[in-house]
């Protein structure tokens, strides 16, 4: 058979059995040629993917035709090669016939090779090799990263072993057990459970039964979760250690060993380390007084309430029983009075006077106001982009980034155009090629408020007039949603009747389509840039600097999309000096303009607040949805025939728009009610259903003009409420700069807050981080205000909001620090019930402070 004239043929068809009879059958000199065109064959095949049989045929030939390791392992290695099926049985069979001496250095080399982000690929052929040699597997992060993850999805998937009998019987065990304990992060990725979904059976619980079995030593499973807690690691990281030494249970000589070890990571752990330490510390009869007395301070200043009142009740047991040494457990007890918690406070305080502590006579506070500073002035928007170059570099940096930049790329686009277009195509072909799904256009499914289609198509045309033609039917729609004047081309392709309007698309972000899909009809012609670029980074416009823009437009017809644009974005005011200069212009934009500063923007919008129910899938108290939410509907005044739709917001019929909200706040800068009206159901979402990136229009809200009303005070308690920190710490952002301006209106804020609360929408404890932030931040009066509003509807509900003692004490340590008296109903009716409940303590405590 004559090899070399069809030599890759049963590559391409993953013919396994006709590889290993072809390389068994070949000579030392037709195993060199054959090799040598394989190198080149692999190279040239950049697109090809081996797999499965293929990849088995392939390291078949590699190891039997190439003539070391490093040259097999260059194959075998590449990214298009995938070994997770391949089979290294018939591998090892050739390399035994030929008589490879190597193979414990390929099987390092592919090691090396594994991929970081999923080194189980190519782990078990890899491993078979090593266990074939009876050579040492390497310990390095990711080789125990891929053993960790055959763990959890053995190689043998129709019949697996359960993970401790796979344990039991694993070569690499003694090995690599060590670096389990020491590669960061590994902890995530261990299997709490066997594949059948036992946690008896699961990583720790093998481990521990081994242990018990006397397969691994205790002593060195116990030193291997101590020092990984003493190294740290995220918490999910760490949850298979905490489970693994509480299966280990080690006992009062194995926690006296590690005394040291305990102490210190009582002092600064992860609760669930921490709680771990601390229950092995009081497990022993004698512990080092000292050591137990500087660890205890740091322990009485965490916020973790059960750790810290499990520490003061060991100290309490200790002062009684080193009598001699009781004032200095006193004094440390004396530390928890500073606890943000007030029952935590009054347990501290009584038990260091227990034992023989004398605090210091109390300090009459002085009553405080706000000391937030005034915020600063919105900056002015970025300078306008004069080069094709920069803006090239702009769109690579992200033409979605925000509405700034996407401002600054529309405005450069117009102008760069009408100046020089085949430098502008220049400028930005190379980067439409390079990311053609990024700007290749199109629709998406799944998100009818998506931009980025049209910004594509809008960047080919500006970039190639040969473009025009084949995208011309994209602006159609857009333009045809919007109501106006269809301009260009676009108006003979305008389908009749009524335009086709989107639901799920709110209308700020349908006026946004329209101006991609205006300027991508017109873009070419020279053109003096946007009337709507922004004169400040809050996408505002300077009425004057949009006066002077329509001078020097002169007689010619402006965009009107652009126009209805520029105009949203001037400050919503009575201007009469500058509209008679606009009338004085004597052109239609210049009467446009004039009208609408005669009449002060758009008007009030009538606003009402309704809660509807919401259709939930089955298990939606175990995913942790609201069966309610609240929306607040706009309607135009009457008589306002309201042409643009802005000032009608009917009940959502999407609850979630992306990041697209981001940039509403810059369409309507001088409107803060009326967006947030528009950005409520995103912003509940946060709240609700736990989505992320919610809030992060708030502070942009913020930044703006304009009367909140109830959509904004009912956003910024559905931010305050929202599920991740970071939209939290938005909403905090947003009610700071709200405060600082004095255009905050706490007690409506603190009335939905607690409404929402009540109604089980959510716990009133996800608002308590940022309510003391505001608080440490200059503005108690602000959280103050904010709670006595709050509080009555939390203390009606029955059982009472998780969370509910909490808003109390911040409450008492708020009215206390202001001085400033609120009335809060219910408040004496919870205070006067019988019991000790902190719920009851904390309601007697801001009563205690009201009543003074």
């Known amino acids: 058979m004559n090899v070399l004239s069809d030599p890759f043929d049963f590559l391409v068809r993953g013919d396994v059995a006709t590889a290993v009879a072809t390389v068994d059958a070949l000579d030392e000199q037709r195993r060199r040629q054959l090799g040598a065109e394989l190198v080149a064959h692999v190279r040239r095949q950049r697109d090809n993917w081996w797999a499965n049989d293929e990849a088995t045929a392939l390291a078949v030939c590699a190891v039997g035709c190439l003539p070391t390791a490093a040259k097999v392992a260059e194959v075998l290695g590449r990214r298009s090669v995938i070994l997770r099926s391949a ?126 079995e006397g397969r691994l030593a205790r002593a060195d499973l116990l030193d291997g979760c101590v020092n990984r807690f003493l190294r740290g690691d995220r918490t999910a990281a760490l949850r298979p250690f905490v489970a693994l030494h509480a299966l280990l249970a080690p006992t009062a000589v194995e926690s006296d060993e590690r005394q040291a070890s305990y102490l210190r990571l009582l002092a600064d752990a992860p609760t669930p380390v921490a709680t771990l330490a601390q229950k092995a510390l009081r497990g022993l009869a004698d512990v080092q007084f000292d050591a137990l007395l500087e660890a205890s301070r740091a322990v009485l200043a965490r916020p973790d309430k059960t750790l810290v009142r499990t520490q003061l009740s060991w100290l309490d047991q200790v002062a009684r029983r080193h009598h001699d040494r009781a004032t200095e457990v006193a004094a440390v007890l004396a530390t928890g009075a500073e606890h943000p918690v007030g029952d935590i406070r009054d347990r501290s305080d009584a038990l260091a006077a227990r034992h023989g502590h004398r605090s210091a006579p109390p300090v009459v506070a002085t009553p405080v106001g706000e000391s937030l500073p005034q915020p600063p002035p919105v900056a002015p928007a970025p300078a306008p982009i004069t080069d094709p170059d920069e803006l090239a570099e702009e769109v690579v940096a992200g033409v979605t980034r925000s509405a700034m930049s996407l401002e600054r790329i529309l405005d450069a686009v117009v102008r760069l155009a009408g ?186 919008p009538t606003h009402r607040v309704v809660t509807v129910r919401r259709q939930l899938p089955p298990d939606w108290k175990a995913r942790g949805l609201s069966p309610q939410r609240t929306h607040v509907e706009l309607a135009p005044p009457e008589g306002f025939a309201d042409p643009l739709g802005l000032l009608t917001v009917p009940p959502p019929t999407s609850t979630w728009h992306g990041d697209w909200v981001a940039f509403w706040p810059a369409t309507l800068p001088g409107y803060r009610g009326l967006v947030a009206a528009h950005v409520l159901p995103t912003v509940a979402s946060g709240a609700c259903d736990g989505i992320s990136g919610t809030a992060a229009v708030l502070p942009l809200l913020a930044e703006g003009t304009g009367t ?46 607690g409404t929402l609360a009540a109604d089980g929408v959510f716990p009133p404890s996800r608002a308590l981080r940022s309510l003391r932030d505001a608080t440490a931040a200059g503005a108690p009066l602000t959280a103050w205000r904010l709670l006595a509003a709050a509080l009555p509807a939390v203390l009606a509900a029955s059982p009472a909001p998780r969370g509910t003692p909490d808003l109390l004490t911040l409450a008492a340590e708020t009215a206390g620090a202001t001085g400033v008296r609120i009335e809060v109903p219910g408040l004496a009716d919870v205070a006067a019930r019988r019991g000790s409940v902190r719920l009851v303590t904390e309601a007697r405590r801001l009563a205690t402070v009201l009543d003074r």
């Open 419 to 604: 100046e020089d277009r085949q430098r502008l195509g220049a400028a930005l072909a190379p980067v439409l090629r390079r990311e053609p799904g990024r700007f290749g256009g199109g629709e998406h499914q799944w998100d009818p408020c998506c931009l980025c289609g049209l910004i594509g198509d809008l960047l080919h045309v500006a970039a190639d007039p040969l473009a025009a033609g084949a995208r011309r039917d994209r602006w159609t729609a857009p333009l045809a949603a919007w109501p106006g004047t269809v301009p260009g081309p676009a108006a003979q392709a305008a389908p009749p009747g009524p335009p086709p309007v989107d639901p799920r698309v709110p209308t700020p972000q349908r006026l946004l389509r329209a101006r991609l899909a205006e300027i991508g009809s017109l873009v070419g012609a020279p053109h003096p840039g946007l009337l709507a670029a922004p004169t400040l980074a809050s996408g505002a416009i300077d009425p004057v600097v949009l006066y002077e823009r329509l001078v020097r437009l002169g007689a010619r017809d402006p965009w009107p999309t652009d126009l209805t644009q520029a105009l949203l974005r001037l400050p919503a005011v009575v201007d009469e000096p500058l509209a008679a200069r606009a009338a004085a212009l004597r052109t239609p934009a210049g009467d446009r303009l004039a009208a609408w500063l005669r009449d002060g923007g758009l008007p009030d």
């Open 708 to 753: 909140g009303g109830p959509a904004l005070d009912l956003a910024l308690a559905y931010g305050l409420g929202s599920r991740h920190e970071a939209d939290q710490v938005a909403a905090l952002d947003a009610l700071l700069l709200l405060a600082g301006s004095g255009d905050l209106d706490a007690p409506a804020v603190g009335a939905h807050l």
């Open 87 to 212: 089979d290294p049985a018939l591998v090892i069979g050739v390399a035994r016939r030929r008589g490879v001496t190597w193979l414990p250095e390929l099987a390092r080399r592919l090691a090396d090779r594994l991929d970081r982000t999923d080194p189980v690929q190519g782990w078990c052929f890899v491993a078979d090799l090593l266990t074939a040699e009876n050579v040492p597997p390497p310990t390095d992060d990711r080789f125990v990263e891929g053993w960790v993850a055959t763990m959890a999805w053995p190689a043998e998937p129709l019949q697996p072993l359960p993970l401790l009998e796979r344990l039991r019987a694993d070569p690499f065990l003694d090995a690599l057990l060590p670096r389990l304990f020491e590669v960061d992060g590994i902890g995530a990725q261990m299997p709490s459970t066997d594949f059948r979904g036992n946690v008896e059976t699961g990583l720790p619980g093998a481990l521990a039964r081994l242990a018990g």
